[in-house]
């Protein structure tokens, strides 16, 4: 299976009804599905951080989503450390 996913896309952008029904698919499929839309943004809306808030908005959930998947991860075979101790 799939590992957890953050699915984020902008209100604005072209694909944003095939991000949507990718999401609702994982899910079907028992994949853990974030799914963060950010209004009024274009694809690639985190790009945008610094210039515009949803943006800013957008890469901190990134950021947010991985811290959070790194501190669930358990320690590497042979470290005592866990993936997100190395943050």
């Keep these: 299976g799939l590992p957890p996913l953050l699915v984020q896309y902008g209100s604005a952008e072209l694909l944003c009804d095939e991000a949507a ?8 499929a028992g994949v853990a599905v974030r799914l963060d839309v950010l209004r009024d943004m274009p694809h690639d ?11 800013d908005r957008g890469l901190s959930n ?3 989503f991985v ?7 358990p320690p590497a075979v042979g470290s005592r450390n866990r993936p997100a101790d190395r943050l």
Excluded at 45 to 55: S, V
């Design 21 to 28: 029904a990718f999401a609702e698919k994982a899910r079907e």
């Design 67 to 73: 811290r959070e998947k790194l501190e669930a991860a």
């Design 45 to 55: 809306g985190p790009l945008f951080a610094g210039l515009a808030d949803e943006a």
């Design 62 to 64: 990134v950021a947010r």
